[in-house]
């Protein structure tokens, strides 16, 4: 089978995924890689008396014709020495040093796997806190965040790639100011940030009512502060430089499939709440494929969404785990991540507007279809294979009689797999119709989008010349494109969280996605966007207001 891929994926897997030797010389090809993935994951199929062939071949013709990939360390690593194949871990910190020590060497392992962490700091105590042995003074949770993050800036994960991070803490904690902040006087590259906001805080925003400010370790409320003020300085912070977004704990565990006890951290990119010491592992079908002349082709769908679960399941049993613990947590739930890339380049082909009312109804009739059949394909395989451990222990007891996962979906942002996929990225709109990619070592790419190509073609407007001058921001989209192939940076911010509220309705786990703000956007957008995801059940959100980072990655041809 030939695989046809963009020079930029051929070069994100010749630098990233294709196996080398010891002289760093490339010894797989793409078609390669996704059969020894495939063979990787099918070989589980034994353990259940089962002959791997024909799964395999439905693995690979899964992959090799990009209606599904898997994250990226199941790409890189699967039928390899490592062997690690997850791409999100949470790992818990608590109140003493050995805890914030042995989880941060717990980190570096993870990382040199090519796993990303997430973390909530909400349990060290305050800055200026007693010390009892020593009789001294805590330092408090920032300090410790700032040495995670000079910790992660010198190991590469597997060699290839810099550890992805999140660091949480809690709206209702003494320090929350000086977390809110702290990107504004140090450069963390290594962490995203994100503020635990609780329903109580936001009902004192609402009532503009004094907030309490309690330490974790006595569980006493050191001051009270208003909570439109805190707000205030949050989302400034967040019109500022994209840091910190926010993480709803009312909605991820009100939400929770499982009754093991309040989650507190998410994976890096905020689409997975774990438990402590769980991993989850992703994989997202390609929207895009899914439609043929116009009309979505639900039984291809179905069959993709079937033979993903299958897959995803398939990993937790291939998978080696960097700690042991991890693996008992892990195998205890079985959680998995299916979730989708290309939605954007669906609407296109289907005629729909991104910022239109259609597209919310089939955002939400997508991710519907999407969970029905990802649990419809997890009670088969418990019924196969046995429920997962913690069964007892979830909200699926009354309503089903297996269920071999305790989540089925995710919605990841897909940023390198849906290059490698060759559409966009998540339930993004796209970016811009033509822009200029940075990736790893700084080589820049212009992309035009290829179904815009395709447009011109049909309309007899392609050429050289005009590809030219929109490389060089000098040509004008016709109106009618335009309204069609609309961009992050077109959409108001209310028609992103209502795209991001759909998916979530219908989504296991969490939905990662970015509310693009144009660059003159106020700080009022982003409290209004903050405000209406809350408002409508969102468990997370994130703003970036265009050119508010140093070295961004996507940049706009400026007139196109």
Known sequence: MV?????????????????????????????????????????????????PKEIEKKFYKLMADTDFLPNSPTMMNAGTGIGQLSACFVLPIEDSINSIFDTLKNMAIIHQ?????????????????????????A?????????????????????????????????????????????????????????????EFMEAVENDSSFGLVNPRTKRTMKKIKARRLFELLTEN????????????????????????????????????????????????????????????????????????????????????????????????????????????????????????????????????????????????????????NFRKSRFVGKHKNMRNATVTTVAPTGTISIIAGTTSGIEPLFAV???????????????????????????????????????GKAKIPEKLRELFVTALDIEPEQHIKIQAAFQKYTDNAVSKTVNLKQDATKKDVADAFKLAYKLGCKGVTVYRYGSKEGQVLNICTTC
């Open 238 to 389: 967040a019109w500022q430089r994209g840091d910190p977004g926010v993480i709803f704990l009312g909605a991820v565990n009100r939400n929770n499939t499982l009754k093991l006890g309040e989650i507190e951290a998410t994976n890096p990119c905020g689409e997975v709440p774990l438990y402590p010491y769980e991993s989850c592992n992703l994989g997202s079908i390609n929207l895009s494929n899914m439609v043929v002349n116009g009309e979505i082709d639900w039984r291809r769908f179905r069959r993709a969404v079937r033979i993903g679960v299958h897959f995803l399941d398939n990993v937790i049993d291939t998978n080696r785990y960097p700690l042991k613990i991890i693996e008992e947590k892990t195998r205890a739930n079985r959680k998995i991540g299916l979730g989708i890339m290309g939605f954007a380049e669906m609407l296109i082909k289907l005629g729909v507007k991104y910022d239109s009312d259609g597209a919310v109804k089939i955002a939400e009739r997508v991710m519907d279809f999407v969970t029905e059949e990802a649990r419809k394909k997890s009670i088969e395989l418990g019924r196969e294979r046995g429920n997962f451990p």
């Open 434 to 472: 033509a822009f200029v990619r940075r990736i790893m070592d700084g080589k820049e790419y212009f992309e035009l989008d290829p179904q815009f190509q395709k447009i011109l073609k049909e309309k007899g407007l392609y050429s050289k010349k005009l590809v030219s001058e929109i490389r060089k």
């Open 3 to 51: 695989i046809r891929l963009s020079n930029i994926a051929k070069d994100i897997l010749k630098k990233r995924y294709l196996l080398k030797n010891d002289k760093r010389e490339i010894i797989e090809t793409p078609e390669q890689m996704f059969k020894r993935v495939a063979k990787a994951i099918a070989a589980v199929e034994r353990v259940y008396g089962k002959d």
């Open 113 to 137: 796997s090519g796993g990303g962490v997430g973390f909530s700091f909400s349990k060290i105590r305050p800055e200026g806190d007693l010390v009892r042995k020593s009789k001294g003074r």
């Open 139 to 199: 330092s408090g949770p920032v300090s410790f965040l700032k040495v995670y993050d000079k910790a992660a800036e010198i190991i590469k994960q597997g060699g290839r790639r810099r550890g992805a991070n999140i660091g949480i803490l809690r709206i209702d904690h003494p320090d929350i100011e000086e977390f809110i902040t702290v990107k504004a006087k140090e450069k963390m590259e290594n962490f995203n940030l994100s503020v635990g906001i609780t329903d």
